[in-house]
């Protein structure tokens, strides 16, 4: 069990393009939080789904960001039409039963040009 | 929104010395939990506090929930170069919880 997986580790795009950031689960999570991380602001909550599902995501951006977990394959949080003040590094984390006991990846770090 | 303040954002310290950090908040907490993140890495849970006025020990690491499991402190023992990095307090419910800003921990050797 290789643990929560995150790809890419590190993506660099230009102002107007798309981010696509993938979490793969440990296996037997069906928990997905996705958490931005900036240096002066901590951990900030994005949002949490569980398979086909979206249960909060009051942490998301209004326009732009989105997120997924589909019946197969990853979870994924995608950004689009990025801007600067989009970079920033993006972890996943997920859980078995709930938010209290959380395992993360090792997040992907977001540049925009 | 539950907040988490922790003090103080940053330590510089020398190998061998003692130190608590502290995690308040104004709210109850069912649960408090601390991390541990270095630099290019996610964050890795050390230990859960559930019951207010509980100690738990990790090797040189002393977790406490406060009485009223509004904050919580860790305190390290004789720290080690290796205990360097960043420290995160985190609270709240079964869908969502909130991570404090942190405490950036440097251990000189």
């Known amino acids: 069990n290789a643990g929560v997986m995150q790809n890419p580790r590190h993506l660099v795009r230009r102002r107007g393009q798309e981010a696509r950031l993938r979490c793969s689960p440990m296996?037997?999570?069906?928990?997905v939080y996705w958490y931005r991380q900036l240096p002066e602001e901590g951990l900030k909550f994005m949002v949490y789904l569980q398979k086909e599902n979206i249960i909060d995501e009051s942490g998301m951006p209004k326009e732009r960001f989105s997120a997924e977990f589909p019946k197969e394959g990853p979870s994924i949080l995608r950004i689009q039409q990025v801007v600067r003040g989009d970079s920033a590094a993006y972890f996943c984390?997920?859980?078995?039963?709930?938010?209290?006991?959380?395992?993360f990846g090792a997040g992907s770090r977001l540049t925009v040009l | 929104t539950q907040l988490l303040e922790q003090s103080p954002q940053f330590l510089s310290i020398q190998e061998g010395e003692n130190l608590t950090v502290y995690c308040n908040s104004s709210?109850?907490?069912?649960?408090l939990q601390w991390y541990r993140q270095e630099p290019g890495e996610g964050p890795v849970l050390l230990v859960t506090?559930?019951?207010?006025?509980e100690v738990k020990k990790l090797k040189r690491l002393t977790f406490q929930f406060g009485d009223a499991r509004k904050d919580s402190s860790l305190h390290i023992t004789a720290a080690q170069p290796g205990d360097t990095g960043l420290y995160l307090c985190a609270g709240g419910g079964y869908q969502k919880v909130t991570f404090g800003i942190g405490t950036k921990l440097q251990v000189i050797p």
């Open positions: 709210s109850v907490f069912s649960s």
């Open positions: 296996k037997g999570h069906s928990h």
């Open positions: 506090v559930v019951t207010g006025g």
């Open positions: 984390a997920t859980s078995q039963t709930g938010a209290n006991v959380l395992t």
